[in-house]
C-alpha cells in the first residue's frame, strides 16, 4: 500500500491568506525551519495506479498539479483520472470543498457516512458531481467496506469508525447546547486495509479526545496519522489570533497531560504522524522546543509529499 500526503495543513493552510501570526509571517518570508503546507487530504493506493484520496481538500488542484500519480494517463484515452474515490471524514470545508475540482463528468465514488452525505445533498452546488457518474456511497460504522469507484476494484477497504469530535462549525446549532447538535457520525476515523497484505492505517485528522473505545482500537497499530491541530489547547487564544481553544473547536492537542503525545505513549503504535497542523501551532518551526518534544516522543510532523508504503 503506498500512502501520500496531499495536504498536511488544518483549515486555512499554511501560510492562511488572512493570518500575521508569527509562523505564518515566517514561512511568507522564507525563514529557514519553515515549510509552506496545503490543506488536509491524503492519497492511498494498493497499486499505484488508482486512487483513493482520504478527504478532498479546497487546495486538490494545487495538490494533483504536484502529485504526477494523481495525473490523467495520455495512454488512457482523452480524458481520464487516476483518482477512483474520495472517502470523506468529516464535513468540513478544508475536507469537501475540494469535491467541486472534481467536476468535468469523470465517473468517482464518494464515500462518507449518512451525517456527511446528507450536507452534500443539502448544498446543490455538489450536484456538478451528478449522479450516476458520481455514486454517493453511505458508510457504515465499524465495518469494513471494499472500496470501488469508475469501475475498479481498488483492492482495499475502508471501515469508518466514530470518534469523540464536533459536528463543522458552519453546521452548528447554538441552542442545542454545549456539543452544539453534534450527532454519531458527524466525526470519523478511517482505517484503510489491505486483505491481500493484511496490512493497514489509520487516519482520523480531526479528534477531541482518545477514549477508552479509541485507544482500544489503535493499540499495537503499524501506522496512524493524528489530529495535529494544536500544540496547546488555548494557543490560538494566546497569540490573539480567535477566542476558541482546541476543545472548542473538537481538536485534541498535542501537549500536556491530557494530550494526544501522553495518550499515546501507552498504545505501542508502530508510527505517529501528525497531519491536520493549524498554522498557529508552533511544531511547525523545525527548529522550536515543541518540534523537539514531539520528535523526542517518537511523533513525526508531516508534510505535503510525505510517502509512505506498506
Ligand atoms: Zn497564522
Do not use: H
Given at each position: 500500500m503506498i500512502i501520500k500526503v496531499l495536504g498536511s495543513a488544518a483549515g486555512g493552510g499554511f501560510p492562511q491568506w488572512n493570518c500575521n501570526c508569527r509562523?505564518?509571517?515566517?514561512?511568507r518570508s522564507g525563514a529557514p525551519g519553515f515549510k509552506a503546507r496545503t490543506q488536509s487530504s491524503l492519497a492511498v493506493s494498493r497499486d499505484g495506479e488508482s486512487w483513493v484520496l482520504l478527504n478532498a481538500s479546497p487546495d486538490l488542484r494545487q495538490q494533483i498539479a504536484h502529485t504526477p500519480e494523481l495525473h490523467a494517463n495520455p495512454k488512457s484515452g482523452p480524458r481520464h483520472s487516476p483518482i477512483k474515490a474520495v472517502v470523506l471524514t468529516n464535513g468540513d470545508v478544508d475536507h469537501m470543498a475540494g469535491l467541486i475540482n472534481l467536476r468535468e463528468a469523470q465517473p468517482l465514488s464518494v464515500y462518507?457516512?449518512?451525517?456527511?452525505?446528507s450536507v452534500i445533498a443539502d448544498n446543490s452546488v455538489f450536484n456538478v458531481l451528478a449522479e450516476p457518474l458520481v455514486p454517493r456511497i453511505q458508510l457504515p460504522l465499524d465495518q469494513p467496506t471494499p472500496l470501488s469507484g469508475a469501475g475498479v476494484d481498488l483492492g482495499l477497504t475502508v471501515e469508518?469508525?466514530?470518534v469523540p469530535g464536533k459536528v463543522?462549525?458552519?453546521?452548528?446549532d447554538a441552542s442545542a447546547g454545549d456539543d452544539f447538535g453534534t450527532q454519531e457520525g458527524d466525526t470519523i476515523g478511517l482505517k484503510i486495509s489491505d486483505?491481500?497484505?493484511k496490512k493497514s492505517v489509520f487516519y482520523i485528522p480531526?479528534?477531541?479526545?482518545i477514549d477508552e473505545t479509541l485507544a482500544r482500537r489503535l493499540?499495537?497499530?503499524?501506522?496512524?496519522?493524528?489530529d495535529g491541530t494544536l500544540f496547546t489547547d488555548d494557543e490560538m487564544v494566546e497569540q490573539g489570533l480567535m477566542p476558541k481553544t482546541g476543545g472548542r473547536m473538537g481538536h485534541i492537542n498535542m501537549s500536556g497531560a491530557v494530550g494526544s503525545i501522553a495518550a499515546f505513549s501507552k498504545l505501542g503504535v508502530g508510527r505517529l504522524i501528525y497531519v491536520h497542523i493549524n498554522n498557529s501551532n508552533p511544531a511547525l518551526d523545525e527548529n522550536s522546543a515543541a518540534r523537539k518534544s514531539?520528535?523526542?516522543?517518537?511523533?513525526e510532523v508531516g508534510y505535503d509529499g510525505l510517502e509512505v508504503r506498506l
Open positions: 509562523n505564518c509571517v515566517a514561512v462518507g457516512t449518512q451525517r456527511v452525505l469508518a469508525f466514530a463543522a462549525l458552519y453546521l452548528e486483505p491481500a497484505t480531526g479528534c477531541a479526545t493499540k499495537g497499530a503499524s501506522l496512524v496519522f493524528f514531539i520528535e523526542g516522543a517518537g511523533w
